[in-house]
């Protein structure tokens, strides 16, 4: 018996330092970032699954457990998230809360009337380093004790990044310039179109909550055959009815399916890395001639 205390009390601070870090992220991107990073030490969960749209989420009651329990939560920012900053507040938690996109230069739109931000700053590779940098700290801070590991993952990781964004430019910049406007569901390509010199065009808006009326999509349509736009594109976490209608409405091809708000369940797009190499080679294919 006093030999089976002495091995409880000899394992316990052992099992309390092996206790990997809970760690809440908001959607699909910032999950998969925050694995590159965190590896083996924390324990993930994640709110806004693949394929799944942010915009228009409903928290649940395990929303608000988990956001109790995290150490950490790492969301977006730039107003993607009201939902999470209110289970925040009403739940009291003590967990440390960052956003990934701190420090990015952000874009404004202006709609309805109304400037705000876009959210979509994930969708620049500059901007993904970033992100890796603010999950970074918000790691250390919680976790001091494997900084060293979560350096080394980081580092890694932007080596990564550094890397597509060579094939990224290479891809891009090659395009003709008359091809370089597109139409997509709703506005999530604006720092992709940014970097590159490429138009998107929505007829949703930068939000998916708001729905395209009869004149908004009669005014794209219109403006597809004005300007020769080639192609429009779906988006992974919209339905594509809309779009299809466009395209027949006005002669523009659809161009394949881009990866907007979320990652993929399965495949490559199923990691950040991926799903921004699958958008590069879908829109260098349809836009290349
Ligand atoms: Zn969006």
């Known amino acids: 018996m006093r030999r089976a205390l002495l091995l409880l009390a000899l394992a316990m601070p052992l099992a309390a330092q092996a206790e990997p870090v809970k760690v809440l992220t908001s959607f699909s991107i910032l999950a998969d970032m925050a694995r590159q990073i965190g590896g083996e030490h924390i324990a993930l969960t994640n709110?806004?699954?693949?394929?799944?749209?942010?915009?228009?989420?409903?928290?649940?009651?395990?929303?608000?457990?988990?956001?109790?329990?995290?150490?950490?939560?790492?969301?977006?920012?730039?107003?993607?998230?009201?939902?999470?900053?209110?289970?925040?507040?009403?739940?009291?938690?003590h967990a440390k809360v960052i956003k990934a996109s701190d420090g990015v230069q952000a874009r404004t739109m202006e709609e309805d009337g109304q400037t705000i931000p876009d959210p979509h700053a994930w969708n620049s590779l500059a901007n993904a380093r970033v992100y890796a940098d603010n999950i970074l700290k918000g790691l250390d801070a919680v976790d001091p004790a494997h900084a060293a590991d979560y350096q080394r993952n980081h580092d890694a990781y932007v080596a990564?990044?550094?890397?597509?964004?060579?094939?990224?430019?290479?891809?891009?910049?090659?395009?003709?310039?008359?091809?370089?406007?597109?139409?997509?569901?709703?506005?999530?390509?604006?720092y992709l179109g940014q970097a590159y010199g490429i138009q998107f065009i929505a007829p949703q808006g930068i939000s998916t909550e708001r729905e395209a009326t009869a004149a908004d999509v009669a005014g794209l349509v219109r403006q597809i055959r004005e300007q020769h736009i080639k192609a429009v594109f779906m988006e992974n976490i919209s339905d594509s009815r809309l779009l299809k209608q466009i395209a027949a409405e006005s002669g523009a091809r659809v161009g394949g399916t881009l990866y907007s708000d979320a990652l993929a369940a399965e495949g490559l797009a199923s990691t950040y890395l991926g799903f921004y190499r699958s958008n590069i080679e879908t829109l260098g294919k349809a836009l290349k001639n």
């Open 47 to 93: 709110i806004v699954g693949p394929d799944s749209d942010a915009h228009t989420y409903e928290t649940t009651p395990s929303d608000g457990r988990n956001v109790q329990q995290a150490a950490l939560i790492v969301e977006n920012g730039l107003d993607f998230e009201p939902w999470l900053d209110r289970l925040v507040t009403s739940t009291e938690t």
């Open 160 to 190: 990564k990044i550094d890397a597509l964004l060579k094939v990224a430019a290479s891809t891009f910049n090659s395009l003709p310039a008359g091809n370089k406007r597109i139409v997509t569901s709703h506005d999530a390509f604006g």
